[in-house]
């Protein structure tokens, strides 16, 4: 019998997500994330030189928000402070809160989502090792920046040398500015909330959270506007490879246990044959009728409409066309 789906459950994931299997991956891709900008440091000197070729071309560009929103962050803390509290805590709590939303409400879409992410972020990484950047709160004073984490780093539990907690500055890429995955993930929390929120509240953080992300950036000279810029191409790259990502995964998941599976079925299937054969031999050792080829009845089943019916030794019914009616057995089906 054929069986039907519910419209809609199609999309659903093959195999059932678990807690204890998304979390360690999630964590892997994240460690993966904080050695390759650990380990991937690259040389100073090159770092400044990419820094001032992005200021050269937003120059060209007639792009500089960067140095207006610096001075404002830097003029008034009660914008400043706040940006950098944004900066060093809102992208390790809003993207994770994210996925576990996305895990538990929208578990059809949530593999897509969570692929999607981690594919960006292993974009990010090339684009970290490839071209090392120096942020604009590194460059030389001339340039015009100033470095509003060092500057009120007394209000908060990052230190002067980084947004990284204090003491732990040197454990840290300060140079891995090209692309701004701090504008990438809030995009992507962005569109998640779009798309699934459902709410007039979750659209308006949709819009405000990856807006508000990128003045952020900027305002605290930790990122170029091009970099925001590179972080949401980073974004849209790992959306258009996620379907290939994902059916990679699919084949990995189907063929490796395939490996295993004949050697593991033979057995049973064997066994199975056996004891389907050893009993029907019991079954015919012990005399049981086999009609029409095989279906096997019980002693004394009677067929459908057959009545009980003694005759002596050649007294027999005479099969006249009028008695061929009720009394005639069904033949067998």
Excluded at 8 to 36: D, F, H, M, N, Q
Excluded at 111 to 125: D, N, Q, Y
Excluded at 284 to 308: I, W
């Amino acid at each position: 019998m054929a069986r039907t789906e519910k419209p809609g459950s199609e999309a659903a994931p093959k195999t059932r997500l678990r807690w204890w299997t998304e979390l360690p991956l999630i964590v892997l891709v994240y460690a993966c994330y904080s050695a390759g900008r650990l380990l991937v440091r690259g040389d100073v000197s090159d770092a400044v030189d990419h820094g001032l070729a992005i200021l050269d071309v937003e120059k060209a560009l007639f792009l500089n928000a960067e140095h207006p929103l610096n001075r404002l962050f830097t003029r008034e803390p009660w914008i400043g402070v706040p940006a950098d509290f944004w900066y060093a805590s809102l992208h390790y709590l809003v993207t994770p809160a994210v996925l576990v939303w996305l895990f538990r409400s929208r578990a059809v879409r949530y593999r897509a989502a969570r692929t999607w992410l981690m594919t960006s972020t292993f974009i990010g990484l090339i684009g970290f090792t490839l071209l090392p950047t120096c942020p604009p709160r590194l460059l030389d004073a001339s340039y015009g920046f100033v470095d509003t984490m060092a500057q009120y780093s007394s209000y908060g539990w990052w230190g002067g040398a980084a947004s990284a907690p204090r003491g732990m500055g040197g454990m840290t890429n300060q140079y891995a500015a090209m692309p701004s995955l701090h504008v990438g993930w809030a995009l992507w929390c962005g569109v998640m909330l779009w798309r699934h929120g459902g709410t007039r509240l979750s659209k308006v953080a949709a819009v405000v959270y990856p807006l508000g992300t990128t003045i952020v950036v900027m305002g605290t000279a930790n990122h170029y506007f091009l970099d925001a810029v590179a972080g949401a191409a980073v974004m849209g790259v790992g959306l258009l490879l996620t379907p290939f990502v994902l059916r990679t995964a699919e084949r990995v998941r189907t063929r490796l246990p395939a490996r295993f599976a004949p050697a593991a079925a033979t057995a049973p299937a064997s066994s199975a044959t056996a004891s389907a054969t050893a009993s029907a031999s019991a079954v015919d050792g012990a005399g049981s009728a086999n009609v029409s080829g095989g279906c096997q009845t019980s002693a004394g089943e009677r067929f459908p409409r057959q009545r009980e019916q003694r005759f002596g030794a050649g007294a027999e019914p005479d099969p006249a066309p009028t008695d061929a009616g009720d009394e005639t057995p069904a033949p067998a089906r």
